[in-house]
């Protein structure tokens, strides 16, 4: 993690009707506490974004009453986003307040791209309905968007029993999220698992063909042998082995998604890292009804990351 230079959080202050609210979500508090602790551990700077969600077609509509509206709106959001830059100072952390108005996650996207912001940070919308954050336009379009590393935190239980899975298709963007994984767990002192599904593509038409039955099986062997060996060899080009705890290593059959959504549940995970914005794969599955099948029922924190080619349809506007 030690990429995290500019660190741009995502702070949620809207409550019921109101723009901007006194206090914080029980999921806002949490993304602002992880951002502080790794600022501190990166000796990275913090942004507090708070946008506010005013559309040009309230602002013709409201006239006169908009701008008083937005004025104490803007007014009560300095106060809070104050107090997090305050609190953060007093972690030994550089860190600044910022307001927009507009939609969220474009605004959260418009900050990263023109201030080269590394890594965006959010909380879930609904503590108890974590997938209306990531269904809803804020989170999905983040996700899919946003072109620096994206990290939508859970309320742990536990932080002092941090444990993260990383889910690899062994391609770069794999490979980039492995190392992520290494360094976040070191940095945490966390328990590893890294976890890659083979999937039987070739399987099904091979019992179509009627080959043996030995010879399905001694391709999916080896399908998977060959997983095994190149997983290992890109773990090999990390010092994982620094790691207290070492890694746990689960190369499985079957479908990503439900391999995921397995082993998040049964290791008790806490942080689920992936690539994002492939075509096909694990890598891939944050795009279409694949994702919403997982994030919806994997209760962790995600961290998504993009592929070094990745290009963000964002636009900044000149001036």
Known sequence: MQQFRKILVGVDLSSG???AADELTAPTREAVRRAIWLAGQLSAEL???AVLEITAHAEVLLHDEFAEASRSAEEAAFVALNKLVAAAKGEGVEATAKIACGRAWEEIIKAALRDGHD???VGTKDLSRASRFLFGSTGTKLLRFCPCPVWVTRPDPDWDDLKMLVATDLDDVGRQAMKLAIDGAQLAGAKLHVLHAVEDEYGPRMWLTGLPKEKVDAFRIATRNEAEET???????????TLPFGVMVHVVEGAPETA???AVEEH?????????AARSGI???LIGNTAERILSQAHCSLLALKPPDFVCPVRV???
């Open 268 to 276: 008790g995970i806490d942080l689920l890292i992936m690539g994002t």
């Open 47 to 49: 942004t507090f974004m």
């Open 283 to 285: 890598t891939g599955l």
């Open 231 to 241: 997983l290992q060899e890109q773990l090999a080009e990390t010092d994982y082995r």
């Open 119 to 121: 890594l965006v940070i």
């Open 317 to 319: 506007d000149e001036g």
């Open 260 to 262: 995921i959504l397995d």
């Open 17 to 19: 009707d109101r723009l």
